[in-house]
């Protein structure tokens, strides 16, 4: 069956870092739009970072407005990993991590859905 392994997540400390990894298994998910939301205590679950197959071997990665310049997705296609490395972390990025994985990922924007989704990863910030 296909399943997301989350590891990573964990405490980290305002200005500091962290890195979330997501792998994919059960199927090759090539061209396929691999990403992540994130949940916070007592609010909706939000988009944050997805890669998008681009054609060729190209992916392009988009990220929501709260995470530019800190966080950066990275795609390993062979392995089907996306890896993201989350940098100058705030207490606001505290939220449970899921990743995300879709024939199309442009919906992401908008929709808070995908065709499969991992269990979850806590991520705790301290200031």
């Known amino acids: 069956q296909v399943q997301l392994h989350e590891p990573g997540g964990g405490l980290g400390q305002a200005g500091g870092s962290l890195r979330l990894s997501c792998a994919a298994s059960g199927r090759t998910f090539n061209h396929y739009a691999m990403g992540w939301f994130r949940q916070a205590p007592g609010k909706e679950r939000e988009f944050v970072a997805s890669?998008?197959?681009?054609?060729?071997?190209?992916?392009?990665?988009l990220y929501a407005d709260s995470v530019k310049g800190r966080f950066t997705i990275s795609r390993d296609t062979a392995k089907d990993t996306v890896l993201m490395q989350m940098n100058s972390l705030k207490p606001e990025d505290t939220a449970v991590y899921y990743c995300?994985?879709?024939?199309?990922?442009?919906?992401?924007?908008?929709?808070?859905?995908?065709?499969?989704w991992g269990q979850g990863t806590q991520v705790t910030v301290s200031s």
């Open positions: 890669t998008t197959w681009a054609g060729g071997r190209t992916y392009y990665a």
């Open positions: 995300a994985v879709d024939q199309d990922g442009s919906k992401w924007r908008a929709l808070k859905e995908a065709e499969y």
